[in-house]
């Protein structure tokens, strides 16, 4: 057996605070743009039955039990003690908590007391950047703050996040903008805002990334489904030698992809776990394949979880039993030695993040 | 064991009604444009030696016996006969026959009947439109006579099934084109065609595609071995809500994309079948992929068969075989229930399409 | 088991004649833009592992034995010995080699002397005209040397590579270039161009591979990690029915479509074995995916190797037993024959390889 005591999740939410029924629950594992379709349900999914496999026994029920009893007895022991319980149960050690999410969830110190963890902050660029034209009045003022917003993230966050890439289909230009288009681009959006207003203007998010990359922060980047590679490699061409990291979130189905820019380029990295959580019972088979091309260290682990604690504990479960079954059949079979295996397993489950990040050793 | 008794076979062709040769029957294992290559047999597939696995034993031979045996011997029997006993030993009860295809292939009812199964109608949308196109005097008279069969077609077909994706590469605008734009496109092909004249103006394309989703039939999108991703998305966000199903069917090598699709909108389905005929062996790996993130009420089986029974064969036994080793292996490692196991079978073999195509249960 | 006596390497390069330590070695294990990540060891990649795995044992140490123990040991033996060891460990039997590198690597003739083994050349077209241009005083001289270089290389050599693709992003017109636009673009090239400059005009590159068409040798396409599959469809369509074999190198991760487009034409070839050197210890699951469409006439071994005798050893070692496992798998359930087994074993070693670029039998 190859043993992964210690977790850093280097990508997730926090909780939700409220008591879910079995409609608000469900409504947490679907992915998708609408409600389940006729006849069908979020729980008949990879997902939902990882989730009946994994937390029963977190709350003192048998496995694969009915999800209503699971509900049922999540609300007997309440929403608190019910997290407290499973996010202690997933082995996950560290959180680095992206709070940019409207959802009313739990922020990094919360959800690090309720699960015996340590916590960080990650800072998602687009919120900030919304979050600072809510409150400036000119251009340059926006600008201004801007700058100083990203500075002062810089000083106290672990990593920024950015999802521009989802927002703009992955067709950015990789170089930074220059001085004027930035200001046109600032000033239209501006204008034509209201409070709250999403930040989608191309100009903007590459203008957003570039500030983020002279902070010399891991910069975490996100691409949906999207076909990567053609804007991912650009961008990480443009930023090879200036000293700030990019780790790539996400990637499925275009993990192999994103395993292959991490071996090409020094400063690229790659992210698994909600790539596990989504395919379940094919964990094992979607970590081998982004073991294909990955340097060792290069892969960092995440759950990727957000407003659910159970989706914390399915994605330690499911990648500490993937990293055993994968490494410990090259081990068995020969291919790999089993002091290599060991040390490949910690270097994914904690070292590399903590190395990338700067975080202490547990 | 996983059991999965009755399949509904929900895109399929009929068979042919001649003798075959060693070489006529060859070809139909092709799936190329052109001979095979000097030196090479197309027997040599997944495909051919998935044929010679599974089908001898239907007509008395060994499995794995050389081809001209197997061609002896079912010209001995004859085509008819030799027919029967394949389709009913390929565990189908209900066929969806797209009657699309130029070749001289048996119907639905024909299909049928030498089966021992129900048999239902699919319309292929460009060939009824070349049909309406052949007797249609003016673009008024085409519009009009168009509007109608398609509507006449939805009150005895299960389902529509479009090729236009394959036709026009998947660059089609996902809305519908305006009355005055589909007049033109109309006059200009009307003017240019012959009898028999193949439909391939985009705009006609996606006219006939929104005349089908108006109709509320589901709608089976054809996608040959493209990515498919960005077409079908923009054109699963543009029917959202309008209360007609779309079927991806043929998605290799892109099955997860289509699975994905399947899992983000409600009205989207993923197919699989096809795909385990081609790669006959690996079957059990290709259904693995597809179910990492298809909801397990959003997958259907077909066959894709065409021509020859054997293809009917094959697909149903390498699909019941792949099911029974996918389900039943997580069932034995504990990642899923038995009963979910066994409760998802029967949705992907039969259950799904059923609700889909308003079957009556078998 | 099934076996597989005799490799033929249809694509790889010399090997280095000089002593090499531990960085220099390890520099010959990335595959990327730059040095490792600080932190990081290309040492700890697939490739890394597998050279542990496989290489130790010819020079009579242990599998995985730490890198500095092996090479201490190769350099104790000296890079002549050590080479001969390898080479002849590996169980390749004819080399084909690419010449047209800058690095000073063994040739054919030197490699095959090491390895005890036969060896062809395959001539680099790109580099061809570069050294053509070097010497050539005017277009229309350019034009006649180039014609007349690729003449006389395909009375010597066995086949044509091309980085066509690697050069220009697979956005190349698939039709020859008419006379005037590969004048005017050899006259602007020639005009610009120092000597030693390389060939990245995209009508030349056209132009060359047009040529190189007409000779009737086969031709190995490379394209690197883009999606070959638009291009390389456009071009499989233009030059299908000339004669000439395509060979579609280096798929990974689209080895699915390579496959995919040697099923679909009859002058279309897939490689396998680079993929296989880098996944390592996930050979035997992309050599099954592989196998997935790709007729089994289509397929032919490489190694790819350039510069270290260890990258030809891991990629016949993983070769071997990769396609040891997938087919014995197959024979033991069932869904293959073994006297099928042995046959496709020897067509993808070795004969497909013989037939394709005219070898004699070993």
């Known amino acids: 057996m190859i043993d992964t005591p210690s977790l850093v ?27 389940p379709a006729p006849g069908t349900t979020f729980f008949d999914t990879q997902t939902g039955f990882a989730v009946r496999r994994w937390c029963p026994p977190l709350l003192d029920l048998e496995p694969h039990c009915p999800a209503p009893h699971y509900l049922a007895r999540r609300r007997e022991l309440g929403v608190v003690e019910a997290g407290r319980r499973l996010l202690r149960g997933s082995g996950i ?30 800072v998602r660029l687009e919120l900030l950047a919304e979050q600072v034209a809510d409150t400036s009045g000119t251009v340059e003022s926006f600008l201004g703050n801007l700058a100083e917003s990203v500075h002062g993230a810089a000083s106290t966050a672990v990593a920024f ?52 990359v002279a902070s010399g922060l891991p ?19 443009a930023t090879a030698g200036l000293g700030t990291d990019l780790v790539l979130m996400h990637g499925y189905p275009y993990h192999r992809h994103a395993a292959h820019l991490a071996g090409v380029f020094p400063h690229v990295y790659a992210d698994v776990g909600p790539a ?25 682990f995440s759950s990727g979880a957000r407003g659910l604690p159970e989706l914390h504990v399915v994605a330690a479960r499911l990648f500490q039993e993937a990293l055993g079954r994968v490494l410990g059949g090259w081990v068995a079979e020969g291919a790999w030695s089993r002091s290599d295996a060991d040390r490949v397993a910690a270097m994914i489950a904690a070292g590399n993040a903590r190395r990338v990040y700067g975080l202490a050793a547990s």
């Open 276 to 300: 596990l959580v989504r395919t379940g019972a094919r964990a094992t088979a979607l970590l081998a394949e982004i073991l294909e091309l990955v340097p060792f260290g290069k892969l960092l």
């Open 219 to 237: 910069l975490q980047l996100h691409s949906g489904a999207s076909n990567p590679q053609d804007y991912l490699t650009r961008f990480a061409r």
């Open 161 to 212: 996040t950015s999802v521009a890439g989802e927002r703009h289909g992955l067709a950015l230009a990789p170089e930074p903008p220059d001085a004027g288009e930035v200001r046109g681009a600032a000033g239209r959006w501006l204008a034509a805002r209201q409070v709250g207003g999403e930040l989608t203007d191309p100009v903007l998010l590459r203008h957003l990334l570039w500030i983020a």
């Open 9 to 35: 999740d280097q990508y997730c939410h926090g909780v939700l605070r409220t008591e879910l029924g079995l409609g608000t629950f469900e409504a947490h594992l679907g992915r998708g743009e609408g409600p």
């Open 93 to 122: 050690t560290a959180y680095l908590v992206d709070t940019g999410l409207p959802d009313d969830l739990t922020g990094p110190a919360e959800l690090g007391a309720a699960g015996g963890a340590s916590a960080h902050e990650i």
